[in-house]
């Protein structure tokens, strides 16, 4: 008995309580053994049907490009050969065509139709989840009464299984998955206990027990198998138990026949015992799953109803058999073959119009017209509906909604490792950018990088909590998606959920973030600074999240949304207000600062920051030599800087209001996306129809015709002449061929450990400790795991295939079958394999193999944009000698494999619903292997997720090929037909634990295979029964072993070893020649591959024209916010400013390098594996197919942004920036491949880029210049290549020209705090009643000249040196003027007084008996004068009548205390153009020279006149660290642009395409 718990609302699951059938196989497990539980459950009877179904898909308008309509269009060539896509005009289509139908409750209908018939758009018009934008016309009826078209309690009803996989949640276990379905589809008051019973329940049901604990996976997290994954998509949705009516597509898709027989026997029994119904498509069903269906449904390829009816044979042959056709020989096969058997639309059209004229139509007519008669009244209809459908939304109420949906979200967050990652790279950066701004001083310098902090913290967390949102959101997308469609739950509770758990992160970040940088730069202090502060970063938090919700709810795809995210992000960076400033943006786009949450939190912070503070200003000196020191009022800097809101209130309400802004935005962000997430599942689901693209010419010329290919004589001789001095070999033999891999200890399961504080701080604490710490869990595990050391995948397996003849290679589930096909065709390059792989008897030689054998993998790995054409001949240009006939070749392999009208055709995106049909895809994968003219072909599944019309082609083509090139040919085949199966000449079959059960030939129709597996069961299959089906049916059950013990003691078996052994006699006797590899000319091979690469990337949109258009927009942009600078220094700021965010804009398109190389990686290791071409010569084909395209872009950017932000003319820096511009364009876009090929997938290469993009943008050196960085980070300044096209750019435009400061504009928020020599305060505008004054700016940035630091004491000394006017003194050498600085420095001479302290330490003392501490110095300079003592003595004459000399020129009378400082400067001022050098300006020089080379202070003077200050863009240039300071020529200068900014740039792109041919040659990305 059943030990599930009765519960009544548990009564309607599908499996719940009903007797099974004998359960599927699994690969590690057997099933759970359910019983039958006596449980009346009476449900009331109901007839679903449908009636006339049609649907219509609207056309595809041409739009823009309806210029392109004519056909002689040049627009129209150059469409097509740049998209290499068709630009017509789509024509509206029917996928269904009167369709009309029913099934009733307790039955199950199964849906047949060729590719394209429309099978699931029939099963969505059922269940109610149509594309919205196609047109549905007819009705589907519940008991006579319409349903409509959207019905959200019919959509409970009626569940839908997808066909897709994909929908998963992959960190989840498959336990998990099953336990929120039954969570969502619960009452809401069931037990937790009642819920577990109910997963475990229907995890045995699906043989999925074993692997309860097992995460599902996705193609970066190696999970469960494909088939156990799709046995997890049927589960998650049958356990509904509200569900009546089940839409399932394609449900056996990847399970082997006897698990599909089985899971079809329950659904079909679950219906019959409580009176539901089912609507399954298959695609290649046997005969005896068939026959379980209640009723059969036929598509015709126009969606029409070709048959409805009960599953009989006979009518069936009446139908789809051609008048006078005998059946025994119209009807070989299954009926899934009998119903496909119409090749042609005129055959169909015969099926269809005796369909309609049958008896069968007219019951159908019938039934239909009675549901109708028996329903009720239309004001009766919708009380009726309510009997059946349910009556709540949803299942649960929203609180229990909120409950288990924030457990889940929980369980997705604390699994990401993003999670982990976001606190770490909030610290790491915390780090980074306080430590980068925290020599930062209160002085105008520090006023500018405290300005780029708080721009940078905002640019950083804007940034960083959007890139990490997006990738989160897109892969849980999909999944809420497949929930809504099913209404799990509310699609609002859901993203409320997501909204309020992402919360603490957020905060987590902002905290980190803002704690480790705000006080490390010193920024103002205060708790409600700092607090104000964190509350504005998380208010961008909240932005940057739900903007990157909101740009995945709109987007289709991930890399859209990133380049919409970067994008958007960079135009909130320009018109934020840090520059340009707000008064100064264009008109035009000056109205984004009022949409732009990055100017509500700069305005916010800024004020925040400079309100009420002060900070050091400039060093003025006068006419008199009077230097006063003025501070910058920080409320009058604010108003400097043009803020859009200052003026709407207090600074404080305004930073209020700023903060709150921010919170506003998320929220109607968060409201736009909650409102378009709903929407937008509508169409995602829906493949994206476009016309099938094809290429405007072949690119091949005339070469090649494929329209007019044949299989003569010639292509005969053609070949034949590609394999001379080659072996046509016999057979391929493997002899106790075992293969075995080292696993080590696994656990039996993976089991997601909670994380604890034991779990984390435990290992640390034992290794300080020095104890080996265990806790209890971690004991329970090591109890748990096994110590496997080898899992042997195949043992002792012989077998030998023969030329001309097809081998079906198959098995139970997990026998190995693919293991083997990769042994034999060299594919495994781990694990041990024993054994012999011989051809003709002799041993298999690694060296000429690969000039043997095709392997066509699974999976259809091809280039999405290459013609069929191309592809077939890229790959016989690279592997076939060049004295061969190619063409022929090519003409033959077409013809072979029916692809002559798909030649001109684009391969396309399969995913996307674009290119090729499936069947199309497989033919032309192993035409790919064809063509090089292979003695072996091996084939790996080429018939899965085909209809058996499809696979009937696919499998035609294979045989025509074998017979014709005389291929010894193995396939691995998984659910063949009857037909399929007996096209195969020989079958070796695999018993688990990868033994041989049976290998030889089938015989007529089976026979020899039958007798033996006969006589092994003791049991005759029927005549009609499927071979295939009935040796696995015997295989599973029965015993393995005896199977395999069987057949060594066959006959069979003995003549397989006597046919091996005179192999190897007659190759002992006899040698035979060997196939040679053909190898390319190393140019030969390069050129091929540039000219692939070089079509792919000018076909490929997101590589070529969404690189083009975001460069060229978003240069537009930046040339309107900075244009046409004006030649000031403000110009020159935005002059930098232009070229620092231009620098960026060359970042954006960087996802679009990552994301065609990731998807062109499984094609080059599929290519290089079987021998197309080297690795490196792939790397450097790719390398300079980008150049012509970097070029291009170089011209667009600079045609844009040169002109409209007006940088200097000329030809030299014309040249330098297109030239720089393009290295930039090739080292960015080679940064990003160079991620893709280093990383395992998208995510991780995008975050990485991302990273180093934000990192340089900290360390390139604008917003925090080289000469402001701390000592500790300027090796990363140095190591950072875009600090070098910063640079250069910047220098090529500054350098040499001058820029003019209003003087009169800076004065009025300067006030003066210094007194002057009379004790009055006054303004710094006083200053200025002259045009003589002289304004000193000390270099570089940071060294404020206060109180009596060295700065300051330079600043006095130059106003003594004003004051004092021309030198006298003749000396020639400056080391005595070095000296005497020197001392007076350290000597605290030059502090105020500055006279006064100035002569007591070099020319007097008030201690008679204590010679001036700088004596000896003073009296070294002025030795250089004639009768020093007389210059001396001159200063004092004025003071001292009558004073007698001393030796030192000082009269011994003098006494300070009895003089005035006015005085004592008089005096002073004498003494010091004593000292100066003679000549003009040479003093003044000596002194900037002393204290440059003494204290590496640069003190740049000039004088000011009336039009301002013209200041060398070389002294801008030295600001930054990007120019230098000739001492001797008393000049700036940057002559680094060519010989170091360019070699620089050259050397770091060298290095990174060095790294990316290694990472080519020698980086494989699997499954983690």
Known sequence: ENPVRESSHRSKGLFTHCTLAPTMSTEEEGPTEVGTADVDVKEKEFVLSFEDITVHVPSKSKGCLSCCSNKNSPLRHYGQEYFGMSVEQRDAFYTLDRVSGYVKSGETLLVLGKSGSGKSTLLKSICSRLNQTDELYGSVSLNGSPIGKSNQSW???????????????PVLTVGETFTFAAQCTSDGHSTDKEIADTVDFFLGALGLSHVKDTVVGDENLRGVSGGQKRRVTVGEMLIDPNSRVYCLDNITDGLASTDSFSLIQQISAACKKYRMAAVITLLQPSDEIVQLFDKLLVLSSQGQTAYFGPVDRDILQSVFLEEGVDAEKGDSGGIADLVMSQ????????????????????????????????????????????????????????????????????????????????????????????????????????????????????????????????PDGFRQRITLFKHRDSEFYSGRMAYVVQVVMDLPL????????????????????????????????????????????????????????????????????????????????????????????????????????????TFFGLVIVDKNGTSTVGNVDGTKYLSSQSLPRSQWGTNTQVKIFDCLMLFV??????????????????????????????????????????????????DTEAQAKSGEGSMEPESLAVSNLSYAVNIGKTKSCWKPRRATWGSLLGPALAKIAGKKLQSSLARAEEEEEKPVTELTLLNEVTARFKCGRMTALMGQSGAGKTTLLDVIAGYKTGGVITGDIMIDGYAKEDATWKAMNGYAEQQDILNPYMSVLETIKFTADCRLPSHVDKNAIINSVIELMDLSEYTDMIVGHEKEGEGLPKHARKRLTIANQLVVQPKVLFLDEPSSNLGVNDAALVMGAVRRSTDAMKLITLVTIHQPSKKM??????????????????????????????????????????????????????????????????????????????????????????????????????????????????????????????????????????????????????????????????????VIPMQAAVIPLIEDRAVLYREAVSGTYSRFTYGLGQLFADIPFHALNTIIMYAIIYYLVGFRSGAEFVGYFIFMLFLANWSVMSMGQLYALVTPNEETANGLAGLSVILSVCLMGFLITSSAMPQGWLWA???????????????????????????????????????????????????????????????????????????????????????????????????????????????????????????????????????????????????????????????????????????????????????????????????TRKLLIEGPDLGLNSIIKGFSELWDIVMFIQEIIEKGIDIPGDAILYYFGWSQFDADKFEFSAPWKWNYCVIAVVVFLLAMEIIKLCAVNFIIWTKR
């Open 155 to 169: 959509r409970r009803m009626c569940s839908y299984v997808s066909a897709d996989d994909g929908t998963h949640s």
């Open 1277 to 1471: 300044n140095s190591a950072n290549m875009f600090r070098y096209i910063l640079q250069g750019l910047v220098t090529n435009e500054l350098s040499g020209q001058n820029y003019n400061i209003d003087i009169g504009a800076l004065i009025p928020p300067i006030e003066n705090t210094t007194t002057t020599a009379d004790g009055s305060g006054r303004f710094l505008a006083h200053l200025f009643d002259d045009s003589d004054g002289k304004v000193i700016t000390f270099m570089p940035g940071g060294t404020v000249p206060e109180g009596d630091n060295t700065a300051a004491q330079g600043a006095a000394l130059l106003g003594l040196v004003l004051h004092a006017g021309e030198g006298e003194n003749k000396a020639e050498s400056e080391q005595d003027m070095k000296d005497l600085l020197q001392c007076m420095v350290e000597n605290k001479c030059l502090v105020e007084p500055v006279p006064t302290n100035f002569l007591e330490c070099n020319v007097v003392s008030n201690d008679p008996h204590v010679s001036p501490v700088c004596f000896d110095q003073f009296s070294a300079v002025i030795a250089n004068l004639e009768d020093s003592e007389r210059h001396v003595g001159e200063c004092f004459i004025d003071m001292i009548d009558h004073a007698e000399p001393s030796s030192t020129g000082v009269p011994a009378s003098f006494k300070l205390d009895a003089y005035t400082e006015a005085e004592h400067r008089d005096i002073a001022s004498c003494l």
């Open 506 to 613: 957020s905060i987590l970040e902002a905290t980190l973030i803002a704690t480790i940088s705000y006080w490390w730069v010193g920024m103002t202090p205060g708790a409600d600074h700092f607090f104000f502060f964190l509350g504005t970063l998380i208010g961008l938090e909240c932005v940057g999240q739900a903007f990157a919700r909101f740009l995945c709810a709109v987007s289709r795809t991930q890399v859209s949304a990133n380049v919409a995210s970067s994008l958007c992000i960079l135009l909130f960076a320009t018109v934020g207000g840090f520059m340009p400033a707000y008064s100064t943006i264009t008109w035009v786009l000056r109205w984004l600062s009022w949409v732009t949450p990055v100017a509500y939190a700069f305005e916010g912070m800024m004020i925040n920051q400079f309100d009420g503070t």
């Open 981 to 1146: 199966f007996e096209s195969f000449d020989d079958l070796l079959l695999l018993a688990k634990g990868g033994r041989v059960a049976y290998c030889g030939e089938l015989g007529p129709k089976s026979q020899t295979l039958i007798s033996h597996f006969t006589s092994l069961s003791g049991k005759m299959p029927s005549a009609s029964a499927n071979p295939a089906d009935f040796v696995l049916s015997v295989l599973d059950g029965g015993s393995p072993d005896e199977a395999v013990a069987k057949f060594k003691e066959s006959d069979i078996c003995k003549q397989l070893n006597s046919a091996i052994d005179a192999d190897v006699k007659e190759a002992n006797s006899q040698p035979r020649g060997i196939a040679t590899k053909h190898s390319l000319h190393f140019f030969t091979e390069f050129g091929l591959l540039f000219r692939r690469q070089f079509l792919v990337q000018w076909r490929n949109p997101s590589y070529s024209f969404l690189r083009f258009f975001v460069s060229a927009g978003a240069t537009f942009i930046l040339g309107l916010l900075f244009f046409d600078i004006k030649n000031n220094v403000q110009g020159a700021v935005f002059a930098i400013a232009a070229i620092f965010f231009m620098t960026f804009v060359l």
């Open 665 to 714: 935005f998320a929220m109607v962000l968060d409201v736009i996306a909650m409102k378009y997430q709903e929407s937008s599942r509508d169409w995602y689901f829906n493949k994206i129809r476009r016309s099938r693209a094809t290429v405007a010419h072949s690119t091949e010329g005339e070469e090649v015709k494929s329209g007019d290919a044949k299989l003569d004589e010639n």
């Open 343 to 470: 090749t042609t639309s005129s055959m169909e059209d015969s099926a269809i119009s005796r369909f309609k004229t049958s008896p069968t139509n007219l019951n159908l007519t019938k039934e239909l017209n009675t549901i109708k008669a028996n329903a009720v009244s239309l004001n009766d209809r919708e009380s009726v509906l309510k009997q059946f459908l349910p009556a709540e939304k949803y299942s649960t109420s929203r609180l229990y909604q909120l409950r288990f949906i924030a457990s889940r979200r929980r369980k997705l967050i604390f699994r990401n490792s993003m999670t982990y990652a976001r606190s770490v790279i909030a610290i790491v950066f915390g780090v980074i950018v306080g430590s980068l701004f925290a020599a930062l001083q209160q002085d105008t310098i520090g006023a500018l990088g405290r300005s780029g902090y708080i721009f940078l913290s905002s640019f950083l967390v804007l940034m960083l909590s959007s890139a990490v949102t997006i």
